[in-house]
């Protein structure tokens, strides 16, 4: 029974490592953008980093989850510091060998983002879009 237990545990765990980080619903109505808000009286709060992945469960998260994780970690950060409008300035992508250096690939394991993010005014925030 503790075998079964054990393994039911590990099974858990691993598809929780393919999912993404969740989006907050505060975070839901954040604009993304390359552009800088300019000329939108917006005020800069600060840089912030999203990240998703690493080198154990970046190997079973597709890309596509990586790259959405990355994102709503980033945006979950800019709700909590009162954030509405992301300036993206970049994105990484990471990679380890670990299996993939034996059979002659190299799998993605992490995404990275980085932005600037603003408090602007509403009534800014359509004409941004």
């Known amino acids: 029974m503790k075998y079964i237990l054990q393994l039911i545990l590990a099974i858990t765990l691993l598809l929780e490592a393919c999912s993404s980080t969740p989006l907050k619903p505060a975070a839901s109505k954040i604009v993304?953008?390359?552009?800088?808000p300019i000329g939108a009286n917006c005020k800069l709060l600060g840089q912030i980093t999203g990240h998703e992945g690493n080198f154990i469960?970046?190997?079973?998260?597709?890309?596509?989850?990586?790259?959405?994780?990355?994102?709503?970690?980033?945006?979950?950060?800019?709700?909590?510091?009162?954030?509405?409008?992301?300036?993206?300035?970049?994105?990484?992508?990471?990679?380890?060998?670990?299996?993939?250096a034996v059979v002659g690939f190299n799998d993605e394991t992490t995404i990275t983002n980085s932005a600037n993010a603003y408090k602007c005014p509403e009534s800014a925030l359509n004409s941004l879009n």
Do not use: C, H
Request: without cysteine.
């Open 57 to 100: 469960s970046g190997e079973w998260t597709s890309n596509e989850e990586l790259e959405k994780g990355a994102l709503n970690d980033l945006k979950n950060k800019a709700a909590d510091m009162g954030a509405n409008y992301l300036e993206i300035l970049t994105t990484r992508q990471g990679g380890t060998g670990a299996f993939g």
């Open 32 to 36: 993304v953008s390359e552009i800088p």
